[in-house]
Nanobody, 124 residues
Framework: QVQLVESGGGLVQAGGSLRLSCAAS????????MGWFRQVPRKEREFVAG????????NYADSVKGRFTISRDNAKKTVYLQMNGVSPEDTAVYYC?????????????????WGQGTQVTVSS
């Protein structure tokens, strides 16, 4: 069983930066594709970014390309999301997910394990 714990959320002003972390325990983190998704009330979970097990392949939603960067440290069993140039539209609960097989797709149904989420609020 894999447990994922997100941290780093909070309140930030528009144009600012924030770094989210997702720490994994249980299982073999080095074989998991990891993804970041976000969700606002009454909407489906939305793909933000994904990274392959080795870190060699990444995938981003068009809305965050050039602003957000996903990375991972397999030794620390942690995946990160560096968020720069945030806007109020980035306000959401951010979740990390782990996928056992396959690349960093943008479909939430491909990810098997999820964390509890961390709230990011961007003020204008």
């Amino acid at each position: 069983q894999v447990q994922l714990v997100e941290s780093g959320g909070g309140l930030v002003q528009a144009g600012g930066s924030l770094r989210l972390s997702c720490a994994a325990s249980g299982g073999d983190f080095t074989i998991y594709t990891m993804g970041w998704f976000r969700q606002v009330p009454r909407k489906e979970r939305e793909f933000v970014a994904g990274i392959s097990w080795s870190g060699s392949k990444t995938n981003y939603a068009d809305s965050v390309k050039g602003r957000f960067t996903i990375s991972r440290d397999n030794a620390k069993k942690t995946v990160y999301l560096q968020m720069n140039g945030v806007s109020p539209e980035d306000t959401a609960v951010y979740y990390c997910g782990a996928r056992i097989f396959g690349g960093p797709t943008d479909s939430a149904s491909d990810y098997r394990y999820w964390g509890q989420g961390t709230q990011v609020t961007v003020s204008s």
